[in-house]
C-alpha cells in the first residue's frame, strides 16, 4: 500500500531564506509526482509535475526533483518570501487497478514565511 | 474557464439531516474524485469516478453516495449526516490514463459541520 509522507509538518523561516520541503513515498511504482499549494479556506493548486521519467521540473523560484529510486522528492524554495506561506502537499500518481488511477496525498507541510 | 466548481461552500448540518454537494467540470474530463481533508491529515479519497454511469469506492465511502449521469456532473449525498463528518470536502477532475503528464484539478472545497 503506497504511503506518502511529509517531514516537516511545520516550517517557519525568515524572509530571503532558501529552504527545502521533503516528500517520501514508498512504493516506486508512480506515474507522476505533484506539489500543490493550498492556502488557508482554499483548494489545491498545482505547482509542478514532475513525470516518472523526469528528474526534476523548475517553475520561477521552485524547483522540484525526484529520486524514484529512493522514494523521494524535494521542493526547493529560493529566496522565499511571505506570499510563500501556506501549506504545500505532495501526492503521487499509482495505478489502483489495471486501468484505474488513484492520487495519494501527503499530510502536508504548512509554512510560514516571517517578514 | 471554470474548471471545476462546487457548490455550497458552507454547510452547517444537523445530525441525521441529508444533504448533497454538486460538483460539476467543463474540461471533459473523464475522472472525477471526492476527498475530504481533516485537520492535519492528507486528503482521503471517498469515491471516485472513471467515466459517466461508473463509481467506485475509495479509503473512506462509508456514509457517502455518489452517481455519475453526465461527464461534467458527480454530486455527493451524505445520508444520515453525522458529526464525524465535519470536514471540508474537495471534488478534483483528471483526464484518464496513464500519461504522466496528466494533472488533477480541485475545486475551492466545502465547508461542512454537523452538529
Known amino acids: 500500500k503506497q504511503e506518502v509522507t511529509q517531514i516537516p509538518a511545520a516550517l517557519s523561516v525568515p524572509e530571503g531564506e532558501n529552504l527545502v520541503l521533503n516528500c517520501s513515498f514508498t512504493?516506486?511504482?508512480?506515474?507522476?509526482l505533484q506539489w500543490f499549494r493550498q492556502d488557508p479556506g482554499k483548494g489545491l493548486t498545482s505547482l509542478l509535475l514532475?513525470?516518472?521519467?523526469?528528474r526534476e521540473q523548475t517553475s520561477g523560484r521552485l524547483n522540484a526533483s525526484l529520486d524514484k529510486s529512493s522514494g523521494r522528492s524535494t521542493l526547493y524554495i529560493a529566496a522565499s518570501q511571505p506570499g510563500d506561506s501556506a501549506t504545500y502537499l505532495c501526492?503521487?500518481?499509482?495505478?489502483?487497478?489495471?486501468?484505474?488511477?488513484?492520487?495519494?496525498f501527503g499530510t502536508g507541510t504548512r509554512l510560514k514565511v516571517l517578514a | 474557464n471554470a474548471g471545476v466548481t462546487q457548490t455550497p461552500k458552507f454547510r452547517i448540518l444537523k445530525i441525521g439531516q441529508s444533504m448533497t454537494l454538486q460538483c460539476a467540470q467543463d474540461m471533459n474530463h473523464n475522472y472525477m474524485y471526492w476527498y475530504r481533508q481533516d485537520p492535519g491529515m492528507g486528503l482521503k479519497l471517498i469515491y471516485y469516478s472513471v467515466g459517466a454511469g461508473i463509481t467506485d469506492k475509495g479509503e473512506v465511502p462509508n456514509g457517502y453516495n455518489v452517481s455519475r449521469s453526465t461527464t461534467e456532473d458527480f454530486p455527493l449525498r451524505l445520508e444520515l449526516a453525522a458529526p464525524s463528518q465535519t470536514s471540508v470536502y474537495f471534488c478534483a477532475s483528471s483526464s484518464p490514463g496513464r500519461n504522466s503528464g496528466n494533472t488533477i484539478y480541485f475545486g475551492e472545497g466545502s465547508w461542512l459541520t454537523v452538529v
Open positions: 512504493d516506486s511504482a508512480i506515474y507522476n
Open positions: 514532475i513525470q516518472s521519467s523526469q
Open positions: 501526492a503521487v500518481k499509482g495505478e489502483m487497478t489495471s486501468g484505474t488511477y488513484k492520487y495519494i
